[in-house]
C-alpha cells in the first residue's frame, strides 16, 4: 500500500506518477523502494483516470453493485501490489516500523 499511497500523495499535488517520483517519497518516508514494485504500479496507472477512479468509488459506497472500468483497475492494480507485498513477507523480510503501514 505504500507505493499506492505514494503516487498518490504525487496525484494529489499535481505532480506526475513517475518511478523517480515514488522512489522519492519512499526514501523520504525511510522506506526501502523495490523497483520492480514500483514499476509495476507505474505502468498499471498510467492508464487510469484516477479523478475517475476516486469519483467512481466514492459513488459505489451509495449505488448498486457494480464498478466502472477505471474501479476495476484501481482495485487489480492494489490486488496487484498486495500479492508483491504478500510474497516479500513470505520472504521473511524484515522491514521495521514500516511493516506497520502495509
Do not use: N, R
Request: hydrophobic share 40%.
Amino acid at each position: 500500500m505504500q507505493y499506492l499511497h505514494a503516487a498518490m500523495v504525487l496525484h494529489s499535488t499535481g505532480k506526475e506518477i513517475s518511478e523517480k517520483g515514488i522512489e522519492a517519497i519512499i526514501k523520504a518516508a525511510g522506506g526501502k523502494p523495490d523497483e520492480s514494485k514500483i514499476k509495476t504500479l507505474v505502468a498499471s496507472l498510467s492508464s487510469i483516470d484516477i479523478d475517475e477512479a476516486i469519483k467512481g468509488a466514492s459513488l459505489m459506497t451509495a449505488a448498486v453493485p457494480g464498478t466502472s472500468e477505471a474501479t476495476k483497475d484501481v482495485k487489480a492494480a492494489a490486488a496487484a501490489e498486495k500479492v508483491e507485498e504478500e510474497k516479500d513477507e513470505e520472504e521473511g523480510d524484515d522491514l521495521g516500523l514500516s511493516s506497520l503501514f502495509g
